[in-house]
């Protein structure tokens, strides 16, 4: 039985630097679990969901809270920028709407105080809000270890439920976005039981327009599979062709026909497949303002 | 100027501060010396096992434990969490079937979550550990979730007491054909009625297991003192009942059962009775001297305390093609739960509502309540009502829909009002603000204008405007006993002392009760203190149900001050030497002679004198007249004045999505006189936040293991303040005073529950034509209508 005033027994490991960090994550492995904005993990120590030996918690590691964009490099997120910290960011906002309406809509005004953009990533939740948003902008998560730094894109990122491409010895040290053209846009759209929240069904999509026409297209959704998900099936209708109605409603279509959601607590398989399509048109519309 | 001076006024709640600070001290915030911690170990992997055996080897060593207990080692008294049986009399108890059917620590798991054993230790970590390291062995039984399994011949049987596992319905020798209701005055009865009428509509509704989830998880402090008494600090809403109870359970007199009331945050009915006071004696009695804590998590409270009654409602009313009401039927097949509990007791009001609320020609509801594996249901908020209200009400929207009769003009018409007989047999209303409600709930919503814009609508969203009116209860009589005592102390200053045992469940009761009681002394609220919560000091109250507090509570309060009153002027005649119909209260606490107003005597005097009497050291008489003043009223309500309400709601439902949101919401409540009107205005909102969850998200759901799915914030959704309609007006309506509740009041505790779930469900068929017939109503149910419809209106 979980508890939801008594932690179990762990040490916590405060390192105070990266370098620090990766060494316990190589001494330790599957025995430390790693803690940044804690949104997830103590809840998941508290219903003994994890059980480790060792905490590393990264919250003594100066710098790592930073949010910077240029037209070269793009967007990059550091592992203990905020979910409030992103939705404060202007740029954000106006370049990485998807990203931007995810953070915004991430639990609760309390929840994102405290919880990480790196964080709801590496949690992999197939209704994680940010992992469908970012599957649908691109982009890639760097890790660290003590034999140096890798990039791994985020269509590689998201495996399988809870499983991702992230081995026991590394510590995901910041998230990069590619830098986005003027004709593009994207938008995050979500269905909850209640405003605050965990989505049922969520779909994100970037689009790089010409005028009505699509020139290129990333499309995500989440909680229907037991990651988030590309739906390339919808992007290869869209992607060099007008968009109008008609298209709108055979992509709905697609989606529904793609996605493979499941019955739980929260939803039901036949809807999260019908709404699906609603959603994905709903949120093209949103990111072409239609 | 109101005729009043401290009743009405919106003065701020006497506990405000406290809590607002976070100063309150509830009984999780208790910390004594050498204080122990109880562990309750439940049974969280099976709904239904037999305990084959407990070890609890493990358990002792961890470092800290005191006490392992098993059931030998507790009272194995049968017992019932309820205070029915103590409010009807034995032969009452008797035909309803009433069992004890629970201990403290049960060989066999009903429900999960139920108690097997416990844990005492110095620190609740060390509890938790040790309750961890208990290895039960279970022999798994078959798990029963349906009424139509619970009923098979062949199923398990929950107790001996009850064969076919049916634990209650309308027993025949108290209701013929086990119906409550009438038949017409041609003497038919509701089923041959409705061959006399030209339009029949009927379904099945489903009404969910709704959970109170009040914020303060259950807590509790209890100490076996070196006098041999029992000391229990409990949040209970019925601390004499429960004082009585656990008086009877661990067989001691009521002089060494002490019963302290915490501040209780929140109740809804869930702290009706007994919760762990039980178990948290039985610690306390394995450890003589020492206190025992026991703070349940929020997970424990909610798969093992009760919740609200579910199942299936099946309803059928009949009228003719004007409208005129022929017939209504109820059937209701409900799921009791593991334990016997409060029996029939919400099924029989879900019921007693329907007979209380229009005008059929002949109407009859039954109920058979079906032991299952579920938490036991007991009381909630509403107590059986909205059940009630959700399927009546949208059968009427239904029925006026197909006469193309105005569904307010037809409440309007055939409500019951005064003269006619209420919920209960015997008891007539005697007032209805009605009317005033429907034209204030109306008017605020704009019913007329939403109602033509809303006439012809196309796209993808699509609004729509309903209606729903109830009526309830002030206080359970004649059902139950009702009974309240007030003793009021003069104290040497001329301020009173108020004891009684008044529950103040966050309602605001403590601050109405003693505004009641200032205004009927006629003195500043500052004058009066309520002294309440303490077994040693309080009479007997049954405590907080069935919306009783003010209205009980109220005129026992106002018989008390008029007792008091009458000594004062008694002793006032007497030192003036002047006969008792010559004097009269006058400003400012003086007592005057009605014909020569310089005959006169301060109360603040009579007070002085009564307490430090001294002998006229000249004349050698007593000075004024010896004896601390008292008045004590012991008062029986034979009457339950049900209040009336009405409620207009306007909801958006996105017809892709099935998404319903509620954009406003008016509910008027037939108050009678507001006591404290912000508290008033604090009911009407908190139970329009739970009768919209009721009908729109909330219901505790169950794998096919018997195992609850959503214990927790994460999964349980009820409305968050986010979640509220932008609009949302309460309407206190002051028309109708009513001649039995203390000053004109009636009741407002449960009732604002019912309005929103019968006019957000009509709201709903107005915007898209369908009636969802299952609550709450989800979005995947409203799209799976819409599917199941071919599209909407």
Known sequence: MSNSRILPEFELLAPKTMSEAVDMAARYG???????????????????????????????????????????????IGALATAYQLVQDKKVKKKYPALWQAAASLGSPQIRNAATIVGNILRASPSGDCCCAMLALGGSVVL????????????????????????????????????????????????????????????????????????AVRMAMGAVAPTAIRIKKAETMLEGVTITEKLLSDVAATVSRQVKPIDDVRSTADYRREVSGVLAKRVIKAACNV | MSEYSVIGQRIPKLDAREKVTGRCKYAGDMRMEGMLYGKLVRCWDYAHAEVVKIDFSEARKVPGVVKCL???????????????????????????????????????????????????????????????????????LPVIMTAEESKKKNAIQ????????????????????????????????????????????????????????????????????????????TSTQMPKLVQNLIGELFELPLTRVRLVQTPIGGGFGCRLGMIAEPHACAMAMAVPGIPVKIEYLREEDWVASESRASGHFYVKAGFKKDGTPVACYGDYQVLKGGYYTHGSGPPFCTAAFMHGMYKWQAMGCKADIWFNNMVPFGAYRGYGNPENTFGVEQLVDRACNKLGIDPIGWRKKWAKGIGDESWLKGVN??????????????????????????????????????????????????????????????????????????????????????????????????????????????????????????????????????????????????????????????????????????????????????????????????????????????????????????????VEVDIETGEVKVLCLSNAHDIGKAIHPPSVEGQLEGGAHQGLGYILSEDIYYDDKGLCLNNDFTDYKMFGASDMPAENYVTLVESAPDDIGPFGAKSCGESALMGPIGSVANAIYDAIGIQITDAPVTPERVLAAIKKNGGVK
């Open chain 1, 30 to 76: 599957d025995r430390a679990t790693v803690l940044a904005g804690g949104t997830d993990v103590i809840i998941m120590l508290e219903k003994n969901a994890v059980k480790p030996e060792y905490v590393i918690a990264l919250g003594e590691i100066p710098d790592l809270d930073y949010i910077t964009y240029s037209k070269a490099d793009g967007l990059t």
């Open chain 1, 144 to 215: 660290e270890s003590t034999s140096g730094r890798r990039e791994v894109s985020i269509d590689d990122f998201f495996i399988d439920y809870g499983k991702i491409e992230r081995r026991e010895d590394e510590i995901a040290v910041e998230l990069k976005l590619p830098p986005v053209e003027d004709a593009s846009t994207s938008a995050f759209l979500r269905m909850t039981r209640m405003t605050f929240d965990l989505s049922k069904v969520s779909a994100a999509v970037s689009l790089q327009m010409s005028g009505k026409k699509c020139k």
């Open chain 2, 70 to 140: 098993g059931p030998k080692d507790v009272t194995r008294k049968n017992y019932n969490t309820t205070i029915m049986k103590l409010l009807v009399p034995a032969v009452f108890s008797d035909v309803f079937g009433e069992i004890a059917d629970l201990n403290i620590f049960n060989a066999r798991v009903k429900h999960q979550g139920d108690v097997v054993c416990g844990i005492i230790a110095k620190t609740e970590k060390a509890a938790e550990r040790a309750a961890e390291k208990v290895k039960i062995e279970y022999k798994p």
């Open chain 2, 158 to 233: 929950f107790t001996p007491l009850k064969p076919g596992n049916l634990a209650a319905n309308f027993p025949d020798s108290f209701f013929p054909n086990n119906e409550y209701g009438w038949n017409a005055e041609d003497g038919k009865t509701v089923h041959q009625k409705f061959k006399d009428a030209d339009l029949v509509v009927e379904d099945t509704f489903y009404v969910p297991r709704q959970k109170q989830v009040q914020m303060e998880n259950h807590a509790y402090v209890a100490l076996y003192d070196d006098r041999g008494r029992l000391n229990c600090w």
């Open chain 2, 429 to 650: 209303f005697v007032s209805s603000g009605l009317d005033d409600c429907v034209k204030e709930a109306k008017k605020k919503i704009g019913w007329d204008k939403k109602k033509k814009q809303y006439a012809n609508q196309k796209g993808v969203k699509r609004r729509g405007v309903g209606i729903g009116i109830m009526q309830h209860t002030s206080g359970a009589w004649p059902m139950l006993l009702e009974h309240s005592n007030v003793i009021m102390r003069l104290n040497e200053d001329c301020t009173v002392e108020i004891m009684a045992s008044v529950s103040d469940l966050g309602t605001g009761a403590h601050t109405a009760v003693t505004q009641m009681a200032a205004e009927a002394l006629g003195w500043p609220i500052d004058d009066v203190h309520l002294k309440c919560c303490d077994s040693d000091v309080n009479g007997f109250d049954i405590g907080a149900h069935a919306s009783r507090t003010i209205y009980c509570v109220g005129r026992a309060v106002m018989q008390t001050a008029a007792d008091l009153k009458k000594q004062l002027l008694e002793r006032a005649a007497q030192n003036l030497q002047l006969k008792l119909e010559d004097v009269e209260f006058a400003e400012d606490k003086e007592i005057v002679c009605t014909w020569d107003s310089s005959k006169r005597i301060n109360c603040r005097t009579i007070a002085e004198q009564s307490i430090y009497s001294f002998d006229d050291p000249a004349t050698g008489k007593t000075i004024g007249i010896p004896g601390q003043m008292v008045a004590h009223y012991s008062d029986f309500v034979k009457h339950c004045s049900p209040p009336f309400a009405a409620c207009c709601a306007e």
